[in-house]
């Protein structure tokens, strides 16, 4: 694994994620996609499959199901079934965008999605995920989710302490939505309220908030373990149980050089980005030979019945964005719609935010939730 990456806003400049469910994109054929050997047995049974696009011929192993580097971008499929009782599948299928990815990995992520969806005879409901800004329906996937610097190719199994570059991971959530992140290794972050992983190579440091909870506490014990495993077993554990900020641990005090104060500022989760903000709903149409994007309804005004299904509609919840397919919805508006909420959100407060593409009459419990 890399060293720490500078932060930086997503480049979306000329990006070709930008035809996604365009003219152009939706030109991919079926005849392409059955031929993609790395479909092959894909939305067969119940369950997850993840590729990453860096070498998309592999799948990413099962193992790593949860793991994700921001210099790459992945597709995630979820096969499940709405009926217990029934054989029939149904399937959401997301592209996860590193912060880091390049226009190239996050563009094909697009496209290689459109493939998939037409490899299951377009019954898959489409997401974009954008790292740190994931849907709640991506993130109930794992158990834990992680988010590492770097690629995946940087990834290492042998320890060589001395080229090793020290990281600090952010362990916090509730039960069953526990998150690990790197984040800058500064002491500042660490508080009493969380868990933190202060990962020196061969030596590990588990701190314990003494405010954390036991799902943290047990999260962070485990991904040590896993740490040590994939290093031969090598590496030493610290466990700093009940750790308070106002009693610095002694055996930190050499492995922090800046000279900032413990628990002075906690990393941010953008997920809960989007409160307080109007909700706005627009609607995509050609009824009058050219398309046409306008805002039909903002704040308390958004209802399902603004909603009509002749047309294509776009609603931004400020926390998750929805294209909304209208049953009569011409083929131009149905092709053209997550590209116009993509181009839509580029320029509103929230441009990272989640975005699902639903169909009259098949909405998601989400999309619900929204109005």
Not at 117 to 138: A, C, G, I, N, W
Not at 338 to 351: D, E, I, K, M, V
């Amino acid at each position: 694994m890399t060293g720490l990456v500078k932060a930086k806003k997503y480049d979306w400049k000329d990006s070709n994620l930008a035809l996604f469910g365009s003219d152009t994109e939706r030109n991919v054929k079926k005849e392409s996609a059955m031929t993609e050997k790395a479909w092959k047995g894909a939305g067969e049974k119940v369950g997850l499959r993840i590729w990453r696009i860096v070498k998309f011929k592999a799948n990413w192993p099962s193992e790593d199901y949860g793991s994700f580097y921001d210099g790459d971008s992945y597709i995630v499929l979820n096969t499940y079934k709405k009926d217990p009782n029934s054989e029939e599948l149904d399937h959401d299928v997301h592209f996860w965008i590193g912060k880091h990815s390049t226009q190239d990995e996050y563009g094909t992520a697009a496209y290689k999605t459109v493939e998939l969806d037409t490899y299951l005879d377009d019954k898959p409901v489409q997401h974009r995920e954008v790292m740190d800004y994931e849907s709640d329906r991506f993130k109930s996937y794992f158990k834990v989710m992680s988010k590492w610097k770097g690629g995946a190719d940087s990834g290492f199994r042998r320890v060589e302490a001395k080229k090793y570059t020290p990281r600090l991971l952010h362990v916090f959530g509730e039960k069953n939505k526990v998150t690990v992140k790197e984040v800058k290794f500064k002491k500042e972050y660490l508080n009493d309220e969380d868990v933190f992983l202060i990962d020196l190579g061969l030596q590990i440091f588990q701190w314990n908030g003494d405010r954390s909870n036991k799902n943290e506490r047990f999260e962070g014990g485990k991904y040590c373990n896993a740490l040590r495993s994939e290093r031969g077993g090598k590496p030493t554990v610290e466990v700093l149980d009940n750790a308070v900020t106002s009693d610095f641990p002694e055996e930190l005090v050499d492995v922090f050089s800046d000279e900032s104060e413990a628990g002075t500022k906690r990393p941010k989760d953008k997920t809960d980005s989007g409160s307080g903000y109007e909700k706005v709903l627009f609607r995509l149409s050609d009824a009058s030979a050219q398309m046409t994007f306008e805002e039909v309804a903002r704040g308390k005004e958004v209802t399902k019945s603004r909603l009509q299904s002749d047309d294509v509609f776009i609603l931004d919840s400020g926390k998750h964005c929805f294209v909304w397919i209208g049953k009569g919805a011409s083929e131009g508006e149905k092709r053209n719609g997550f590209c116009r909420a993509h181009t839509y959100l580029q320029g509103s407060q929230n441009p990272y935010q989640p975005v699902s593409v639903v169909e009259e009459g098949k909405e998601t419990v989400e999309f619900h939730h929204a109005f």
